[in-house]
C-alpha cells in the first residue's frame, strides 16, 4: 500500500499491470481514462473509494481543486517480487492533459 499526495493539476498518463484499490483520504482525485471522449472522468471525494481494474488501461489522475489530494493506493501486481506496479504510456491527443 501507498499513501500518495499531490497538489500539482496532473499525473502522467499510465496504467497498471493489475488492479488498483484506492481511497481519498482529503481532497478530490478525477481519473479519465484514455477512452473517455468527453474528458470529464470520474471525481472521488474523502471517504470514497474505487477500484482501478488495471490490465493496463490507461487514465490520468487529476487534482481540479484548491487543496492537495491525500489519497491511499493498494497495488495487486502479478509476476515476481519487485515488479513495476506503473507502466507509463504516452499522453493522449483528445484530452490536452
Not at 42 to 48: K, L, M
Not at 69 to 80: E, K, N
Request: glycine share 12%; hydrophobic share 35%; aromatic share 10%.
Amino acid at each position: 500500500m501507498s499513501r500518495l499526495a499531490f497538489a500539482c493539476q496532473t499525473t502522467r498518463q499510465d496504467g497498471h499491470p493489475g488492479p488498483v484499490l484506492v481511497t481519498i483520504k482529503s481532497g478530490a482525485l478525477t481519473v479519465v481514462y484514455a477512452d473517455d471522449r468527453s474528458c470529464q472522468g470520474t471525481t472521488y471525494e474523502a471517504g470514497q473509494s474505487f477500484v482501478d481494474f488495471g490490465n493496463v488501461n490507461v487514465h490520468t489522475a487529476l487534482n481540479r481543486g484548491a487543496v492537495p489530494v491525500d489519497f491511499w493506493a493498494t497495488y495487486l501486481v502479478p509476476g515476481d517480487p519487485g515488479a513495476a506496479s506503473r507502466i507509463d504510456a504516452p499522453a493522449s491527443e483528445g484530452c490536452g492533459f
